[in-house]
């Protein structure tokens, strides 16, 4: 049998959770698709699959078969790519979706870069707060902020989001520094509403006088005047006094040395939040998605050396 095409197919059957999705994917009839995991089944003597009348699993040997078929298929299709595009070039267009901030003061910059190095890729930007709907915009690739639940995406961690508590002068002078997260309760703060947990405000620190739970966290609830879906909409809010706000540092471009904002809470970082590079699979994976994703991730790690 073909076992490089059995491999794609149970790799896509394992990404997209059923044999009807993967075969939609394939472009193929479903029956194909299981004729195909049929044969791979008897091919190697074993069971892949737990089939139920409600769901469909991987078994110990497909869960172990799962890891290696991808490693395959992923060095035949890198190899095609290198083949193909020797003496030519990476080239196509990818379309990419991120956060309004992170996309002007980070992404595009990387971007502009990796077009320079490469002259036939080209970029098409998608930046919004909101999480879009990868197949339905035709997005290559998304970058989101928080944990990612979607287990119909593969995702790569990126970079951490640091976080920092901002509010103006003017602000501050009419109504107090607030000393300890928990004082943030009776302040007005700018609550960014895309936020998993919303109002729900935490930080890392050691919280002093508090026997149990150093370390872990402290939360609380806040509230105010102005909520906010977009972090640069929250940064505007809190430079014309409307209260306090949590903010990424990626979305401070020289606010605090001009003196529109001062942090505070300096012993109490916000928690950081993870950001992922999320896509919809790697069946198939074209060499400029690919370059695009190694190159991301590069210039991310570059941060943290």
């Known amino acids: 049998m073909d076992v490089l095409a059995a491999f794609r197919v149970l790799v896509c059957v394992a ?23 049929a044969a791979l089944e008897a091919h190697l003597g074993t069971r892949l699959f737990n089939r139920s009348a409600a769901s469909l699993g991987l078994s110990d040997d497909g869960l172990a078969l799962l890891d290696r078929a991808r490693l395959v298929v992923d060095a035949v299709d890198e ?27 980070w992404l595009i910059p990387k971007l502009a870069a990796l077009a320079r190095l490469h002259p036939q890729l080209e ?16 997005v290559d690739l998304a970058i989101r902020v928080g944990e990612i639940t979607d287990l119909n995406l593969i995702a790569r961690p990126l970079m951490a ?9 003017s602000y501050l002078a009419r109504r107090g520094v607030p000393a300890h ?93 993870p950001m992922h590079l999320v896509y919809a699979s790697r069946h198939h994976m074209p060499a400029k998605i690919r370059l695009t994703i190694d190159y991301l991730i590069e210039q991310a790690g570059e941060l943290s050396e």
């Open 15 to 37: 990404e997209r959770g059923s044999f009807s999705a993967a075969a939609r994917e394939l472009g193929v009839g479903q029956p194909a698709v299981s004729r195909q995991m």
């Open 79 to 105: 190899a095609q790519d290198l083949v193909r595009l020797r003496g030519r070039g990476v080239g196509g267009r990818v379309r990419i979706a991120g956060p309004v901030v992170f996309g002007r003061t």
């Open 123 to 138: 970029f098409d930007l998608v930046l919004n707060d909101s999480f879009v709907d990868l197949a339905e915009e035709g």
């Open 161 to 169: 989001v640091r976080r920092v508590a901002i509010a103006a002068p």
């Open 181 to 273: 997260p928990r004082d943030l309760a009776q302040h007005d703060c700018v609550v960014y509403t895309r936020l998993a947990t919303g109002s729900l405000w935490r930080f890392e620190g050691e919280d002093e006088g508090k026997s149990e739970g150093v370390g872990e966290g402290i939360e609380v609830e806040v509230s105010g005047p102005l909520r906010v879906n977009n972090s640069a909409g929250v940064l505007a809010a809190v430079t014309a006094g409307a209260g306090i706000g949590v903010v990424p540092l990626f979305t401070m471009t020289g606010q605090v040395e001009r003196g529109e904002v001062q942090v505070i809470l300096e012993r109490f970082e916000p928690r950081s939040l």
